[in-house]
Nanobody, 123 residues
Framework: VQVEESGGGPVQAGGSLKLSCEPF????????MGWFRQAPGKEREFVAA????????VYGDSVKDRFTVSRDYAKHSIYLEMNSVKTEDTAMYLC?????????????????WGQGTEVTVSS
C-alpha cells in the first residue's frame, strides 16, 4: 500500500485547513486509515482514525471537537478537516494505513505511512 498526503501549508490561528490522503494498492474496506502528527522535538501524536469498513472514527483528545476525519468513496480518499486551528497544531501531518478493519490509536498498528504534509499555524 502506498499512501500520499496533500493539503498542508500555512494557516492563521483560528482558521481552517483540509488535508487529503489517498491510499493505493489495497481494497479500502480492509484498511483503517489514521492521521498522526509530529512537531519538532516532540513524539508522534495520534490525531484521528477512520475505519473504512463502517466509517467509525476516533480522535485524539487535543483535536476532538475541532478536527473531522471523513472519507470519499468515489475519490478513494480520506480527509482531515482542521478547524479553529491553534499554534500548537503546527506539525508534520502523516497519513497511515493499518491492515485491520477496526480503529486504533497506536502508531505501531499502522504499517504503511506517507511522507507527510507540513502544517504551520501562525498567531
Amino acid at each position: 500500500v502506498q499512501v500520499e498526503e496533500s493539503g498542508g501549508g500555512p494557516v492563521q490561528a483560528g482558521g481552517s485547513l483540509k488535508l487529503s490522503c489517498e491510499p493505493f494498492g489495497r481494497p479500502l474496506s480492509r484498511l483503517t486509515m489514521g492521521w498522526f502528527r509530529q512537531a519538532p522535538g516532540k513524539e508522534r501524536e495520534f490525531v484521528a482514525a477512520l475505519a473504512w469498513f463502517d466509517g467509525s472514527t476516533v480522535y485524539g483528545d487535543s483535536v476532538k471537537d475541532r478536527f473531522t476525519v471523513s472519507r470519499d468513496y468515489a475519490k478513494h480518499s480520506i480527509y482531515l478537516e482542521m478547524n479553529s486551528v491553534k499554534t500548537e497544531d503546527t506539525a508534520m501531518y502523516l497519513c497511515a494505513a493499518a491492515d485491520r478493519a477496526t480503529l486504533s490509536r497506536n502508531a505501531d498498528d499502522y504499517v504503511y505511512w506517507g511522507q507527510g504534509t507540513e502544517v504551520t499555524v501562525s498567531s
